[in-house]
């Protein structure tokens, strides 16, 4: 009987894995209400971020999922359903619209009794907020741990070993729910990197969790978070993904230089790419950074490998990322405040000098450098072995 109970327990692991991998077999692609519409956000401005992700051609370039988050719940009825507030008058028929244009629809909520913005949370709500979710045709669930730390501390006082493992079981709770609905809903981990969550995040069904504290729309903010991803690269793979946070591209406090950095950097990484701004009111150019098909590409290679750095001296930084048909990725990174001249360094990346080179932001360029770097700014390659 063990060996049956063994036997068993051992199929059940890869249909699981493969179940991980088929909902994001690259990183989740779409838009998020947060950066911009924060708690303001309404039935409308989901429903117009919808319709311009057709219009403008992000859809067709790979952003498919629509995301709300924060501020979207009501109160709950006699039952104990969750329902939305006055903002969002049929969650159904919204989830129906956004399905309608060929895109997919994201929630948010955390296992505690309030998320962030003090709206209705799941806790000991898990299963019946699932059900709900997969009834209203939900497909990405966004899971912020924010009130549950409270309930961490309280039950388990001084001791963050049983704290941890608690928040361990919260997540697994949601996702065990999320399974038995028998719908596929992308689980997205939002806990801020605690207990490394890069070593456990697959085991609770993670699809992605956040490695970091919130981005802000600064460059101070940006860099830290990104640059700050080295040495990870080994905990993502088809099916679960480090999240350094969500695009701040087109909100208007980075110049070009900089969200050109924040999008290639990202695009290394192997990160989500979840824009963040008013899809509505986008500038040519910031059209140009979250629509460039061959930074795109990087990001969602299917060989499933995020980058890494590859060296860092003084304010200068080298990254690569391979790439499923032999070739690298390479960002030649400068965070100081002067452009200045930057090489590749061959022997590091394991690169000859006649090495096919492909200069992604400026696609005219077909030298082997060095290439002078702007401040804050990127040279972005594609590099043939």
Partial sequence: MRKTILALALLALPVAATAQTKIAATPAMGWNSWNHFAKRV??????????????????????????????????????????????????????????SKGLKIGIYSGPGPQTCGGYEGSYQHEEQDAKMYAQWGI????????????I?????????VKQYQMMHAAYEKMHKALQATGRPIYFSLCQYGWDSVWKWGPTVGGNSWRTTDDIQDNYM????????????????????WNDPD???????????????????????????????????????????????????????????????RVSAEGPFEVWSKPLKDGSIAVGLFNRGHDAEQMSLPLQ?????????????????????????VPEHGVVLLVIKK
């Fill in 246 to 308: 969500m695009l701040e591209v087109g909100n208007g406090k980075m110049n070009g230089n900089e969200y050109r950095t924040h999008m290639s950097l990202w695009a290394i990484l192997a990160a989500p790419l979840l824009a963040g701004n008013d899809l509505s009111k986008m500038s040519a150019e910031t059209k140009s950074i979250l629509m460039n098909k061959e930074v795109i590409a990087i990001d969602q290679d299917p060989l499933g490998k995020q980058g890494d």
């Fill in 152 to 160: 961490m501390q309280q039950e388990a006082p001084g001791d963050q």
């Fill in 221 to 240: 903010s940006m860099s830290n978070i990104g640059f700050s991803q080295a040495g990870l690269s080994k905990y993502a793979a088809p099916g679960h």
């Fill in 42 to 99: 309404t039935d409308k401005d989901v429903r117009t971020a919808a319709d311009e992700l057709v219009s403008t051609g992000m859809k067709d370039a790979g952003y498919i999922y629509v995301n709300i988050d924060d501020a979207w719940q009501g109160k709950r009825d006699s039952s104990g359903n969750i329902v939305p507030n006055s903002k969002f008058p049929d969650m159904k028929a919204l989830a129906d619209y956004v399905h």
């Fill in 348 to 372: 590091k990346l394991g690169l000859s000098a006649g090495s096919k080179i492909h200069n992604v932001w400026n696609p005219t360029d077909s030298g082997h450098g060095p290439w002078m």
């Fill in 139 to 150: 497909d990405y669930l966004k899971y912020d741990l924010c009130s549950y730390h409270k």
